[in-house]
């Protein structure tokens, strides 16, 4: 991560500029992002390249944990722990990408749409990033819900039939945390809560099918 970082370092503006792109297109014209602490303008670019450096190197950090306790392991446990691993990584940078790509424009456009008159909307670049980290964080683990309902009914915690009655409860929940996590338009709560459900029945879907195929090995 070091390394990347490094490598990075030079255009760690070009990288926040990067991020800051879907606040910046919203922004009335005239208008731009501020930076009310001192140190902000060099630290919170340098803060997003550390960010960015240590997803490019996560699929290398993974490797290395998985080589260290692959040995250790029985082959049926790493024919699970291995796929959701890696399911687990690409789900949460699906969700950060649907967040940066659909989710943020909708949003800012929002809050550019009702700014009061008399007031310019400039946004602080260290508040900026810690509004994105938490959307990043909330999307991505949003998409981790496929494997959580698959590592649940796998260690038999919860059975296919329970989950599938549980599903009026789970749309439910998925617009009350959508509510919490999100800012107070209806649009992105939508764009949180719908995603949610529908990966609850994506990971329902798999269970089940998971559970079949092993049922015809373990009957060969």
Request: aromatic share 12%; proline share 6%.
């Amino acid at each position: 991560m070091i390394i990347v970082f490094l490598a990075l370092f030079h255009w760690s503006g070009d990288i926040y500029h990067l991020l800051a792109k879907p606040l910046l297109d919203a922004l009335p014209k005239g208008t731009n992002m501020i930076a009310t602490d001192v140190t902000a303008p060099f630290f919170v670019p340098v803060k997003v390249t550390m960010l960015v450096a240590f997803l490019i190197s996560l699929p290398n950090s993974l490797y290395q944990i998985w080589a260290f306790v692959a040995p250790g392991l029985y082959q049926h446990e790493k024919r699970l722990i291995l796929p959701l691993v890696v399911s687990s990584v690409l789900l949460f940078i699906t969700g950060m990408a649907f967040a940066y790509f659909l989710v943020f424009p909708v949003v800012f456009g929002f809050m550019s749409a009702v700014t009061p008159s008399g007031v310019s909307m400039m946004t602080d670049i260290d508040k900026y990033l810690s509004f994105v980290l938490g959307m990043f964080v909330a999307f991505g683990m949003t998409f981790e819900v496929p494997v959580v309902v698959i590592l649940l009914v796998r260690m038999g915690v919860v059975s296919i039939e329970k989950l599938r009655q549980a599903r009026p409860y789970v749309i439910v929940g998925s617009f009350v945390v959508a509510a919490i996590v999100t800012p107070p338009d209806v649009l992105s709560q939508i764009m949180l809560a719908v995603p949610l459900w529908l990966l609850y029945e994506c990971g329902v879907f798999t269970a089940a099918l998971l559970g079949r195929s092993a049922s015809r090995i373990e009957s060969k």
